[in-house]
């Protein structure tokens, strides 16, 4: 069209979008035009939060400017990409993070100052976008970051909740969940296309013809269908041009209401399939590590992957090349089970809809699929039941049998007359009723399978992945050991630290290669530099002091050692013997003397987390914490010696707050349960010891940093069956200190005692599953340990420095390039500057 212009015209357009200035004044005029226009507010009339509305908008003009460019020149060179499908994507907090990425951080510092405003408090007053339960959204979030920065051609593909993670109070010591509704105030951080709707369908029946070769094709004849409309969140690389882009869909009703109920006078049965169409991605399931098996959640998940794989083929179409180039053009990244369904989606275009052969089909999909499996956990292994699969999903539950049919096919004339091999390695389960287990169909359609940390990688070929390593041989299974952005976890959460270490190195280049950390080992001797690096910790401390001083309302010195857990609640991860080892450490302290308490060294123990609203035994933890918490904090008998806090409503802006604050965190999951954790790479990066079992990533961390600055207790992974079994079946007694801090909890010492019988039964002899008891003796000596370490401030500091010098590995560059090299195949595309809006 812009072909058939006159030349004027196309010169008026190239003048009027040349890219705004970035100096202050500009960014000024835009904050106010936001202010006046947009929000239509006037300066006198102005808050906090408005001047964040109209600062985030004056930003995302500049994103949006990058991403038109990033887009315009991908769309020309049409690069292979990759797409990042996952449920979840824990954002936390975009204004910070965009401004330092765009390299404008202090531009619009300046500019908001002089307008009156305090940065931080405008900062302050965004909300999170919480579209994640853990580990596993954050990690999207970080790999994400690092894709832009890195100039992959990358797209996230998700859904727009309504409701993020729910709000956690905590009343009378209890959790309680309250709905977030984050986009009250609409959200200045996403694009609405209204105009990309694709229509998804469910139900209805399969209808079988032969088509003029005699070749059946099957017809899927849906009951109900909805729009999936997109909405565009982008992502801006760090000092780079390119910015990439997250879609996440939301589902509205195809037509708004049922005429014919309508004006048979049913209005309400008129509105009824509008509202279940919206109710598909208004909330996000709460479960971390645990699958939910509900309707409503396969409908997501059908919904999110149908609508993403229509986009992705839609764009492929546009290149006008041969099917078979689609694996060449196109990487699927799986994030867990949760996006498998797409296996069949692709498979069914390719033949239903696209013609194509089945065995030429189905090469395609294995060639484009890859997929991340995040945890060995039974009780997380997703199964949909084929009754209700077919309900929803019938010609898509065809697929999956035949894929099933064929791949035992091969298995049988690989390893004949095996059928316990083949019940095994089936797709279905063959319960009451059957099942589909979505690890398997992710396996048999991928054409990698990887594990998140090196002893994470080893067991899943060892254990659930066994039968498919023996047939498809080892190169099929890789490690890809997490990474985090250390662009958020330390230049945007730790400012002072940052500063520090660029002003150390002499640049900032660390911020896009963190292995040139190493460089700081060559000041641990240096005693001014360990005071400086000493003092941003305790400016870190006082900060959070302040935060759990409005959270909590308890006082806690910054003097005292931190000692921190943060992550969701979860019997694996064993809060439950951390607050055991507090009630060991009160005890130990009332029994002591005044002049033993005088070497006591002083410690604020640290919780935060949610836990799944239907998981009891995990709230209760969160209950116990409170009322232990209660308790010690009151006695005065110990004083500054010992506080503990649970800090409410744990999310990813309070993480920024509180991974630069610690002293030592706690990662002590049973050996062989934690795939990887992520915050402990948070927490070494910022300085902070860890203490930890030889669990997921804890290994390699200790790898880097050297056993001499990590404090490692508890038994091995491979110990672990051995350990139950002696106890289930030796009855091996419990052990003694734990014993004394059982009995003081059954004394009624914190609250009621009956109240946390159901969490104690959990420690009988023969059923703690988490062997909490076979560890408790050398993580109180790993807890001491750490006590006389930090007694020696000098020696502590070095130790700190030396944690975050070798850490360069964790970045999530490094993990991303990984992927890109030896799973996707593609290369960075940088975008040239051409200096459009
Ligand atoms: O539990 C793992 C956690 O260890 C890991 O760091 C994270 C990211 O890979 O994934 C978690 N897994 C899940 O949330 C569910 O599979």
Redesign the pocket.
């Known amino acids: 069209e812009k072909a058939k212009w006159p030349k004027e015209t196309v010169e008026l357009w190239e003048r009027l979008s040349k890219k705004e200035a970035n100096d202050v004044e500009t960014v000024q005029k835009s904050i106010v035009h936001h202010v006046t226009t947009t929000l239509a507010r006037a300066a006198y009339n102005m808050d906090n939060f408005s001047a964040y509305q109209a600062v985030a908008l004056s930003t995302r003009d500049r994103l949006i400017s990058r991403w038109n460019e990033t887009q315009g020149q991908l769309s020309k060179a049409d690069p292979k990409r990759v797409y990042y499908l996952s449920l979840e994507f824990l954002l936390g907090r975009s204004m910070d993070n965009a401004l330092l990425n765009m390299g404008l951080k202090g531009t619009y510092g300046k500019g908001v100052e002089q307008l009156g405003f305090n940065m931080e408090d405008v900062i302050e007053s965004e909300v999170d976008a919480a579209l994640g339960?853990?580990?596993?959204g954050r990690?999207a979030a970080c790999y994400m970051d690092s894709l832009a920065t890195l100039d992959y051609p990358a797209w996230g593909y998700g859904l727009r909740y309504n409701y993020g993670i729910f709000q956690q109070r905590i009343v009378d010591g209890y959790q309680t969940e309250y709905p977030d509704y984050w986009l009250n105030f609409d959200n200045p951080w996403e694009l609405p296309r209204l105009d990309i709707s694709i229509q998804i369908s469910f139900g209805g029946h399969v209808q079988s013809i032969q088509d003029e070769y005699g070749v059946t094709r099957h017809n899927w004849i849906p009951a109900q269908s909805v729009q999936a409309i997109a909405y565009d969140v982008p992502i801006p690389g760090y000092d780079t041009e390119n910015c990439n882009n997250i879609r996440l869909w939301r589902s509205k009703p195809t037509k708004t209401f049922d005429l014919t109920s309508f004006n048979e006078g049913n209005y309400e049965k008129s509105v009824e399939d509008a509202t279940n169409a919206e109710k598909i991605t208004s909330v996000l399931y709460p479960n971390?590590?645990t699958m939910a098996g509900k309707e409503l959640r396969l409908k997501q998940q059908y919904f999110w992957t149908a609508a993403s794989l229509h986009d992705i083929v839609r764009r492929f179409k546009k290149s006008r090349r041969e099917w078979s180039d689609f694996p060449d053009q196109v990487a699927i990244q799986l994030n867990?089970t949760h996006p498998t369904l797409a296996i069949v989606e692709l498979q069914r275009l390719l033949v239903d809809e696209e013609m194509l052969s089945w065995d030429d089909a189905w090469e395609i999909v294995t060639k484009t699929f890859a997929f991340t499996n995040?945890?060995v956990l039974p009780e997380?292994m997703e199964k949909w039941s084929v009754p209700m699969f077919e309900y929803l999903l019938p010609r898509h539950l065809q697929i999956i049998f035949d894929i099933n049919l064929f791949f035992l096919q091969k298995v049988e004339k690989k390893f004949p007359n095996d059928r316990g091999l083949l019940n095994r390695m089936s797709i279905i389960e063959e319960a009451q009723p059957q099942q589909i287990r979505m690890a398997h169909l992710a396996v048999v359609g991928s054409h990698k399978v990887n594990g998140?940390a090196a002893l994470h990688s080893n067991l899943i070929k060892t254990t659930i992945f066994k039968d498919f390593v023996d047939y498809y041989g080892e190169d099929k299974f890789v490690n890809k050991t997490?990474g985090i952005t250390p662009r958020r976890w330390l230049h945007q959460a730790n400012p002072k630290l940052s500063k520090l270490i660029s002003d150390t190195l002499g640049s900032d280049k660390w911020l896009k290669d963190l292995s040139l950390l190493k460089k700081l080992t060559t000041k641990i001797d240096n005693a001014e530099f360990r005071k400086s690096w000493m003092a941003i910790k305790r400016h870190n401390k006082v900060r959070l002091a302040e935060l759990i001083k409005i959270r909590c309302n308890v006082e806690v010195s910054p003097d005292a050692l931190f000692d921190v857990q943060v992550k969701r609640i979860h019997e694996y991860k064993r809060q439950f013997m951390n607050i055991l080892a507090v009630i060991h450490r009160y005890r130990t302290i009332k029994s002591m003397t005044a002049s033993q308490k005088a070497s006591v060294q002083p410690r604020v123990v640290i919780f935060g987390g949610k836990a799944a609203p239907g998981y009891y035994i995990a709230k209760l933890v969160i209950k116990l914490i409170n009322s232990v918490a209660a308790v010690v904090n009151q006695d005065p008998a110990v004083g500054d010696l010992l506080k503990v806090v649970f800090i409410p409503d744990y999310n990813v802006s309070v993480a920024e707050v509180i991974v630069p604050a610690s002293d030592i965190s706690q990662h002590i999951s049973t050996a062989g349960t934690?795939?990887?954790?992520?915050s402990n790479m948070k927490f070494v990066l910022n300085g902070g010891l860890i203490i930890g079992t030889m669990d997921?990533a804890n290994i390699e961390i200790l790898e880097e940093i050297g056993e001499e600055n990590i404090f490692i207790f508890g038994c091995l992974a491979h110990e672990v069956e051995d350990l139950r079994h002696a106890q289930r079946y030796r009855g091996v007694p419990m052990d003694p200190a734990l014993q004394g801090v059982i009995s003081a909890i059954e004394k009624g010492v914190f609250e009621d005692p009956k109240i946390f019988q159901p969490l104690i039964s959990t420690l009988t002899v023969g059923k703690d599953f988490y062997l909490i008891s076979a560890d408790f003796a050398s993580y109180i000596a790993a807890n001491q340990a750490v006590d006389t370490a930090y007694k020696n401030q000098e020696e502590w500091s070095k130790k700190s420095i030396r944690c975050t010098a070798n850490m360069g590995k964790f970045s999530s560059d490094r993990s991303v390039k990984e992927y890109a090299d030896d799973i996707w195949g593609i290369k960075s595309y940088p975008i040239v500057d051409e200096g459009h809006m």
């Open positions: 339960n853990g580990g596993l990690l971390d590590n867990d995040h945890t997380a998140v997490n934690e795939a990887s954790g992520t997921g």
